[in-house]
């Protein structure tokens, strides 16, 4: 079974309660996001492989540590996802972007695929798909399935806030893949929005509600 990381480093939950204010507006909320999503970026990451690589410094040569073996890709879930994706570029600037357009119908719940364009090579990238909110999970394991269905294997889904309703229908739906969290929620309301929460992050993010 895959494992549900909570990243709940001060510096993350600080500005996650500024993120959930509904005195915060757009710029603050996309800054926010982008600041929270970097420092997640740094645990998100922890247990990439490393290779040796020697180097000369100005001293003498040695043999240290690099990344640069591993190929990354990224994957927002379109809209909320894209306002993760700087922050976690500024990390690891030569991962590659991948795009899923997905919206949650409001009265069915069921996700909507309207966009999918992912990297050629992605069964041999490690993934993390990003989306602030998992709710009833139906969004991530869709589109967790269109990245297996073109090869994808090595995948991290990277939320913001999750329900866990939403945590336990991705370990059942894909038991491989870890998730990695910066708060867990009590619980969804009648219309799945996740409690306490945000609100829709798309539209606080975008403006447009
Ligand atoms: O876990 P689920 O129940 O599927 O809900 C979560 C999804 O809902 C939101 O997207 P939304 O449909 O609002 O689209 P948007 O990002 O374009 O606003 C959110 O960003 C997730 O993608
Ligand atoms: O609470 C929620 C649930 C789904 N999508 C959101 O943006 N927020
Ligand atoms: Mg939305």
């Not at 757009?26 to 290779?51: C, G, N, Q």
């Not at 809209?79 to 949650?104: E, S």
């Amino acid at each position: 079974m895959s494992k549900v990381v909570v990243m709940d480093h001060p510096l993350i939950q600080h500005k996650l309660t500024m993120l959930r204010d509904i005195n915060t507006g757009s710029k603050d909320f996309r800054d926010l996001v982008k600041e929270i999503s970097m420092l997640m970026a740094y645990e998100m990451t922890r247990e990439l492989p490393l290779e040796d690589a020697e180097i000369e410094t100005p001293l003498c040569t040695m043999t240290s540590k690099t990344l640069a073996g591993k190929k990354l890709g990224i994957i927002p879930i379109l809209r909320a996802g894209l306002g993760m994706v700087d922050g976690v570029l500024q990390l690891i600037p030569a991962a590659k972007v991948g795009h899923i357009g997905l919206y949650r119908d409001p009265e069915t719940l069921q996700p909507v695929e309207y966009y999918c364009k992912l990297p050629s090579d992605v069964p041999e990238r490690e993934l993390f798909v990003l989306d602030p909110m998992l709710a009833t999970g139906g969004s991530a394991n869709a589109a967790i399935q269109f990245i297996k269905d073109r090869g994808g294997v090595n995948i991290r889904l990277v939320s913001l806030i999750a329900a866990p309703e939403g945590v336990d229908a991705v370990h059942k739906a894909h038991p491989d893949v870890d998730i990695y969290v910066a708060a867990m929620d009590e619980k969804l309301n009648d219309h799945a929005y996740i409690v306490p929460g945000l609100g829709d992050a798309g539209d606080r993010l975008f403006g447009t509600k």
